[in-house]
């Protein structure tokens, strides 16, 4: 199986501000990477497909990069409705494993 | 609308067997996958496996082959999470999501999540 590592596994901002998570791969997944958020008590919601498309409906200030073993996400402008858990999950061959989650809190 | 529905909270004994259902509308069943995803309390989200409803085309991770089965009913476009005897350690909330197809018959990214089904298996 491929192992996803990310980090930080939790991590606190302001609104207004900036964070990126990373994820990073055991082996190359060339761009077959996505991002989720996940709020308390709700379904997991699609971000970030194949790296760095965005999914329709997502603000621009989403933003996914990478390619190989190394990706990272990045939230600009923070809002309170960014806070919640991001993971990171590969589709590049079965089992299509997800990293640990990253826990975001807003300061 | 493109809904995936799931089949409501269970409370089992451990040994007993168990189903639960996610019921699509609003696209064609047929041609997306469907996975199903398990998050323990308080724990991250773990692939379970996926089936493409078009062919039957099944997949299971190695920690969860033999532990479950995953089928279709095209008929009423519903996918199926089942279980013949379950542990304590099959609580969870269990999700499905569908995801189209890329290249040739490939599986992409989870676009659409069901609301989640609870499991608490307890004697």
């Known amino acids: 199986d491929i192992q996803m590592t990310q980090s930080p596994s939790s991590l606190s901002a302001s609104i207004g501000g900036s964070v990126t998570i990373t994820c990073r791969a055991s082996?190359?997944?060339?761009?077959?990477l996505n991002w989720y958020q996940q709020r308390p008590g709700k379904a997991p919601r699609l971000l970030i497909f194949d790296a760095s498309s965005l999914q329709s409906g997502v603000p621009s200030r989403f933003s996914g990069s990478g390619s190989g073993t190394d990706f990272s996400l990045t939230i600009n402008n923070l809002q309170p409705e960014d806070f919640g858990t991001y993971y990171c999950?590969?589709?590049?061959?079965?089992?299509?494993?997800f990293g640990q989650g990253t826990k975001l809190e807003i300061k | 609308d493109v809904q995936l529905v799931q089949s409501g909270a269970e409370v089992k004994k451990p040994g007993e067997s168990l189903k639960i259902s996610c019921k699509s509308s609003?696209?064609?069943?047929?041609?997306?996958?469907i996975t199903w995803v398990r998050q323990m309390p308080g724990k991250g989200l773990e692939w379970v496996g996926i089936i493409y409803p078009g062919d039957y085309d099944t997949r299971y991770s190695p920690s969860f082959e033999g532990q479950v089965t995953i089928s279709v009913d095209r008929s009423i476009s519903t996918a199926y999470l089942q279980w013949s005897s379950l542990k304590a350690s099959d609580t969870a909330m269990y999700y499905c999501?569908?995801?189209?197809?890329?290249?040739?018959?490939?599986?992409?990214?989870?676009?659409?999540w069901g609301q989640g089904t609870m499991v608490t298996v307890s004697s």
């Open positions: 999950q590969h589709n590049y061959r079965t089992p299509h494993t």
């Open positions: 999501a569908r995801s189209p197809v890329i290249l040739v018959l490939y599986p992409g990214a989870l676009d659409v």
């Open positions: 609003g696209y064609s069943f047929s041609n997306y996958w």
């Open positions: 082996q190359s997944i060339d761009s077959y």
